[in-house]
Every structure is written in C-alpha cells, then in structure tokens.
C-alpha cells in the first residue's frame, strides 16, 4: 500500500488547485473504496487541515502587535522621563547643601529693590530684583539677586538671613530650606508619577492580545 503520508500530501495539492474530482478518484483508485466512502476520507483530511487565519484575523494580531510596541516605547519615554526629574532633583539637592555646608550665615538688608519688566502683558504680579547690603570683615557688599520675587515680599530696609560664599564673600543667597523643599517635593512627585506611568505602560504592553475569533 502506498505511504499514506504521501497520498495525503497529494490530495492537499489536489484541493489547493481546485482539482477535487481527481482527488477523489486518487483516493478510490489507492485504497479501493467506493465513491461514498472516499467523500468521507476526503472530509476527514479536510477536518485535520489547520484553519488559515482571514485577512481581519491577521489584521487584528497585527494592530495588537503595533498597539503593544507604542505601550513599550512610551513606557520607556515616560521612564526616562521621570530619570530626567529625579536626577535634577539629586544634582540640586547636592548642590544646595554643598553650598549651605560652606557657606556662611549673615544677617543683611534690603537695600534697594529693582523693578522686573513683565514676562507677558497679561502679566499683573508685578515682582523685583533684591539688592542685599551686608558686612563681612568689617567690609560692606551689596548683591542682587538672580531672582524675582513679588513686590510685596521683601521691603527696603527689611531684615534678612543670607548665606554667603566663604571663599568669596561677594556672593549672597537667601535662606532657602523652604522653597528647596518645596522644589525636591515637586519634582519628587513628579518622577515618582512618571515611574507609576511608564510601570503600567509597560505592564499593558506584555498583557498578551487574543483575538476574539480564535480559540
């Protein structure tokens, strides 16, 4: 008897060119059965035939595919993301202290206070720059800040608690423990949430797409 393997492999050719006839006859002619009963063994082989996936099956796994890479790459983005927040928050963490662990502590004044032009025209905070005045050495600076503040915050004459530089007493800051705080709490949440959002990105990326039409 021939080898069932190859006959089988024969009718799959048969079928595939639309050449059902002659697969019959082939299957009659080899095992010598009836008509009847070679219907039935051409339906057998019909049913163990693996069902070819359709274009929209194909098109679905596809998108599944695409939605799960743009989860990956933005899971990633977001992450670095929040790298970005938590490596400004150290680097000025570690410069603020370096800074205070030097620096020496004066009490000053407000000499003069100088008006900041408006960043917008719908800008109605109006804020100025702060000239300090203070002796070291039995030497009198003055420094103006770098930054603005709201007018009504420091005075002229207004007592004030600043750090100077110990290695060059021509630069002043003021005490900032408060607003450093508030600026490592900001951008503490803030990589903390991008870390949340990339973790999920990327845990709805590896969740596995099933197509509904397909057991």
């Keep these: 008897m021939s080898d069932p393997t190859h006959i089988k492999d024969q009718v799959k050719k048969l079928l595939e060119s639309d050449q059902r006839y002659q697969a019959l006859r082939l299957i009659q002619n080899t095992y010598s059965v009836t008509e009847s009963e070679a219907e039935k063994l051409l339906a057998t082989l019909a049913d163990d035939e693996?069902?070819?996936?359709?274009?929209?099956?194909?098109?679905?796994?596809?998108?599944?595919?695409?939605?799960?890479?743009?989860?990956?790459?933005?899971?990633?983005?977001?992450?670095?993301?929040?790298?970005?927040?938590?490596?400004?928050?150290?680097?000025?963490?570690?410069?603020?202290?370096?800074?205070?662990?030097?620096?020496?502590?004066?009490?000053?004044?407000?000499?003069?206070?100088?008006?900041?032009?408006?960043?917008?025209?719908?800008?109605?905070?109006?804020?100025?720059?702060?000239?300090?005045?203070?002796?070291?050495?039995?030497?009198?600076?003055?420094?103006?800040?770098?930054?603005?503040?709201?007018?009504?915050?420091?005075?002229?004459q207004d007592s004030v608690n600043l750090l100077i530089n110990s290695n060059d007493p021509t630069y002043a800051s003021l005490e900032a423990d408060e607003v450093m705080e508030d600026f490592y709490l900001i951008f503490g949440i803030a990589a903390g949430v991008c870390f949340f959002v990339a973790f999920v990105l990327w845990f709805v990326s590896r969740i596995p797409t099933k197509n509904p039409g397909v057991r």
Excluded: H, M, W
């Design 50 to 156: 693996p069902a070819k996936p359709t274009q929209s099956q194909a098109t679905t796994n596809g998108c599944g595919g695409c939605f799960s890479s743009l989860f990956k790459v933005g899971s990633i983005l977001v992450g670095l993301l929040g790298l970005l927040f938590l490596a400004a928050t150290v680097f000025f963490y570690y410069f603020y202290e370096d800074f205070k662990k030097d620096a020496v502590p004066v009490r000053g004044i407000v000499a003069e206070t100088v008006q900041a032009e408006p960043v917008t025209p719908t800008d109605t905070i109006q804020k100025v720059f702060l000239v300090f005045k203070y002796e070291v050495a039995d030497s009198v600076y003055t420094y103006q800040t770098i930054t603005t503040y709201p007018a009504t915050e420091y005075l002229v």
